[in-house]
């Protein structure tokens, strides 16, 4: 029994670097930093400096560059173009890490699954139902600046947990008919710094090779992976408490037919009226997923946007003032913002739009190919069970060859008239749904 242990083992290593060096040899035409044999070009990458690395490597390898720890990272247009013209799934790999967390992430596994629940959601993102919702935006907004006027004058703040508040209030209201304002509830607070712990979790995960085996690093109590499990568990009770606060709202008397009554329902509502093909509703399982995505990516990235946007106003004055100046020539001293004003902004669209391309909130995105591709400049990835390829949004923006001097803060890039390649600029990705 030893020995047919042992053959499988080694039949099962033998067919590993087979692969291995099948995957190698199909990527030596593209250009890569000088690698270990062993842990690749990890060593290159000290903690906290990660990103600094990957953007001096965007000027040496501006197209596409084969990393071990991240697939082989595309930051050309280009290649962008190609990649998200197809219909490949999206990793699978970055999805086991976050699915403990986010379990809807399980779904691009059942891509029939995934598709159906789109097709649910949509009429939750219709314009008329859209519209409304930028009253209780501004309303939001109001509880926040209140809250940051009793700050002392003078003295730098840290804006971006009050921004997170805000952000998880606007998305309760809109999308689950939350009544209140979740910036004053402690529970609220808690949950946003356990989103901010989960984060850092996450990228630590990625980067201990050690970690990535999900056993052992369920078995590391003393640090990340008891952290990791308990910190998931609280975003789970707070979902869990929106959901069933939800219900039982919908079960008083009468309020289960106005809400069907309603032309537009609301994301929680569609999930709770929702029957799927069979006639059945939504399972426990899949409702609570899809509240824990929506609820995280709903709010977060939006924050992070937010934030990254203050930032960049106040360290460009001249561009604060003439978005100051542009919005109070359309609002006057005391009209709320409205839907239509949206479009009466271009000045503040620029500037919102180049903070973006500067400090993308998504750094990037995956693809796992598993038929071959070749992209325009002769370059194929080959013909392998499955190929990784890391869509680097952030390399994107400050590849030189894409956007000339990348570290400027300069909203003409934004112009009207103003010409660049359709994937040059990728807020929200690309391609299909």
């Known amino acids: 029994a030893s020995l047919l ?8 290593a033998a067919r590993l ?36 690395q990957i953007l001096k490597w965007v000027e040496r390898f501006p197209g596409t560059c084969p990393h071990w720890l991240c697939g082989n990272r595309a930051r050309d247009p280009d290649y962008m173009k190609v990649i998200l013209g ?34 649910m959601l949509t009429p939750a993102f219709h314009y008329d139902t859209l519209k409304p919702y930028v009253g209780l935006m501004a309303d939001s907004m109001q509880v926040m600046a209140k809250k940051k006027s009793h700050q002392t004058k003078g003295f730098s703040l840290e804006v971006s947990e009050n921004i997170s508040l805000m952000t998880l209030d606007i998305i309760m209201k809109c999308a689950f008919s939350h009544q209140g304002s979740v910036q004053l509830d402690r529970n609220s607070q808690s949950y946003i710094q356990v989103i901010g712990d989960l984060n850092n979790l996450i990228f630590s995960h990625l980067r201990n090779p050690f970690h990535h085996n999900d056993t052992f690093y369920s078995l590391t109590a003393v640090s990340d992976g008891c952290w990791n499990h308990n910190a998931c568990q609280l975003t789970h009770q ?42 059945s509703s939504l399972s426990n399982k899949d409702l609570c997923a899809e509240v824990d995505a929506f609820m995280f990516e709903g709010h977060n990235t939006t924050a992070s946007g937010i934030s990254w946007i203050l930032y960049a106003l106040a360290t460009h ?39 973006l391309k500067l400090y993308p909130p998504v750094p990037g995105t995956g693809r796992e190919l598993s038929t071959p591709i070749t992209f325009p400049d002769g370059c194929s990835c080959p013909e392998v069970l499955s190929i990784t390829v890391m869509l680097s949004i952030d390399g994107l923006y400050h590849n030189p060859k894409v956007w000339p001097n990348p570290e400027l803060f300069d909203p003409s890039h934004f112009a009207l008239g103003s010409a660049r390649h359709s994937h040059a600029f990728l807020p929200f990705s690309g391609g299909s749904r």
Request: glycine fraction near 6%.
């Open 5 to 12: 242990i042992l053959f499988l083992l080694l039949l099962k």
């Open 17 to 52: 670097y087979l692969q291995r060096q099948r995957l190698l040899k199909g990527l030596q035409q593209f250009p890569s930093p000088p690698s270990h044999w062993l842990y690749g070009q990890n060593q290159e990458f000290q903690k906290g400096q990660e990103l600094q």
């Open 86 to 119: 197809r219909s490949d799934p999206r990793v699978h790999d970055f999805c086991r890490y976050v699915a403990p967390w986010i379990a809807i992430c399980l779904a691009h596994r059942e891509q029939q699954t995934w598709f159906q629940h789109r097709q």
């Open 238 to 279: 707070h979902t869990d408490r929106v959901i069933q606060l939800r219900k039982a709202h919908l079960q008083e008397e009468g309020e289960l037919e106005k809400v069907r009554r309603k032309r537009h329902l609301d994301f929680l509502d569609i999930l709770l009226l929702a029957k799927m093909e069979n006639g």
């Open 317 to 355: 004055t001249k561009h604060q003032q003439r978005c100051r100046e542009e919005i109070q020539g359309l609002l006057g001293d005391g009209a709320s913002i409205t839907w239509d004003h949206l479009d009466q902004m271009p000045y503040t669209t620029m500037c919102i739009k180049e903070t």
